[in-house]
């Protein structure tokens, strides 16, 4: 049998766990499943020193423990489990979870956050924690005056780069192709920085060394007839070829730009289906902070309790 919930929450990341503690004090009773990732990205790093009010940092897993504890406090009902299907037709809204249970819902709060892109090879998980890493912002301060390298040619990637030459002694960018897709100005900071080498048509093969990285192996100009070898010595190993929000089982009600995030009415968590919100990095394709992603987590369990309220739900 279907159960009937008033505020359901998908997704355990700071927007998710934020929306439960407001939706919760607000007595919206709150039900929220936490998804594949209970915690989402923050559990794939290890400290965090830029999340406001823990002064001496708090490793990502204790900060989720925390804030989940937090929500608890208030009554939300923290479930294990995915959403796997919805149906946003008509108001309650219907979602599957772990494609058997059907909740319906008069409000939705969408927190499926977003996944790093990673190349797939073998290395990245060898030294997941010990030297790669997907978010220079979170972890760039551990290289300070080492040596790094990013992968990627786009936005993300030149952005990471200028932000990590701030911090470490020699920036290496790792790029696939002969040029930079990233905007004229991005590009332009990059090449003319006197910290960063940008080495084109340069793809990796994989990492060395012992207990933490310590090195890359790349090939320059894979199948060319002066294809070559190149070894660079690194301390740290940054993807950024991108993010893949996690909207897809939203896709046919929600409105997505092109590369899958979901758009809002600008400055509200407002989605094209009233009464479902959408927080944190689903909905963000250019901050992607756990704090910003908290504070839109906020503002949607803000909206779920007034529109609850004007509908007389
Ligand atoms: P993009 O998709 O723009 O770029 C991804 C980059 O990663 C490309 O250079 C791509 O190479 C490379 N790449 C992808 N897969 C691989 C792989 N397997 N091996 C090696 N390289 C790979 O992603 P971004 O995250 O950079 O940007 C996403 C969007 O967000 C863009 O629209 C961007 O403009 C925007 N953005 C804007 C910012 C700003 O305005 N300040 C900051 C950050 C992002 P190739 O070029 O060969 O395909």
């Given at each position: 049998m279907n159960e009937k919930v008033r505020c359901l929450i998908i997704g355990s990341g700071p927007a998710?766990?934020?929306?439960?503690?407001?939706?919760?004090?607000?007595?919206?009773?709150?039900?929220?499943?936490?998804?594949?990732?209970?915690?989402?990205?923050?559990?794939?790093?290890?400290?965090?020193?830029?999340?406001?009010?823990?002064?001496?940092?708090?490793?990502?897993?204790?900060?989720?423990?925390?804030?989940?504890?937090?929500?608890?406090?208030?009554?939300?009902?923290?479930?294990f489990g995915a959403a796997t299907a919805t149906d946003?037709?008509?108001?309650?809204?219907?979602?599957?979870?772990?494609?058997?249970?059907?909740?319906e819902a008069d409000t939705i709060i969408i927190s499926t956050g977003a996944s790093a892109k990673y190349l797939g090879i073998p290395d990245e998980q060898k030294y997941a924690g010990s030297g790669v890493s997907a978010c220079a912002t979170c972890d760039g301060f551990f290289y300070r005056k080492k040596t790094v390298a990013v992968v990627g040619g786009g936005d993300t990637a030149c952005e990471e780069g200028l932000y990590l030459s701030g911090l470490a002694?020699?920036?290496?960018?790792?790029?696939?192709?002969?040029?930079?897709?990233?905007?004229?100005?991005?590009?332009?900071?990059?090449?003319?920085?006197?910290?960063?080498?940008?080495?084109?048509?340069?793809?990796?093969?994989?990492?060395?060394?012992?207990?933490?990285?310590?090195?890359?192996?790349?090939v320059k100009r894979r199948g060319q007839a002066d294809e070559e070898q190149v070894h660079i010595d690194i301390d740290g190993f940054f993807l950024a070829i991108g993010h893949r929000?996690?909207?897809?089982?939203?896709?046919?009600?929600?409105?997505?730009?092109?590369?899958?995030?979901?758009?809002?009415?600008?400055?509200?968590?407002?989605?094209?289906?009233?009464?479902?919100?959408?927080?944190?990095?689903?909905?963000?394709?250019?901050?992607?902070?756990?704090?910003?992603?908290?504070g839109t987590g906020c503002q949607a369990a803000i909206e779920a309790e007034r529109y609850l309220s004007e509908q007389g739900l």
């Open positions: 998710g766990y934020t929306a439960a503690i407001y939706a919760s004090r607000a007595n919206l009773s709150p039900v929220l499943y936490e998804g594949m990732e209970p915690g989402g990205q923050l559990t794939t790093t290890t400290e965090v020193e830029n999340f406001p009010g823990y002064p001496t940092g708090i490793t990502g897993p204790d900060l989720m423990v925390d804030l989940k504890n937090q929500a608890e406090r208030f009554g939300t009902d923290v479930r946003l037709s008509s108001s309650p809204y219907k979602v599957t979870i772990d494609g058997e249970k059907i909740i002694a020699k920036v290496y960018v790792i790029v696939r192709k002969n040029a930079l897709r990233a905007s004229k100005i991005m590009q332009d900071r990059v090449i003319n920085n006197p910290k960063i080498e940008v080495l084109f048509e340069h793809e990796t093969l994989g990492l060395t060394g012992e207990g933490v990285v310590q090195g890359a192996n790349l929000p996690n909207s897809g089982i939203f896709k046919p009600w929600i409105e997505t730009d092109e590369v899958g995030y979901i758009k809002t009415i600008p400055g509200t968590p407002r989605t094209n289906v009233q009464g479902v919100f959408a927080s944190g990095d689903v909905a963000d394709p250019h901050y992607r902070q756990a704090i910003t992603a908290a």
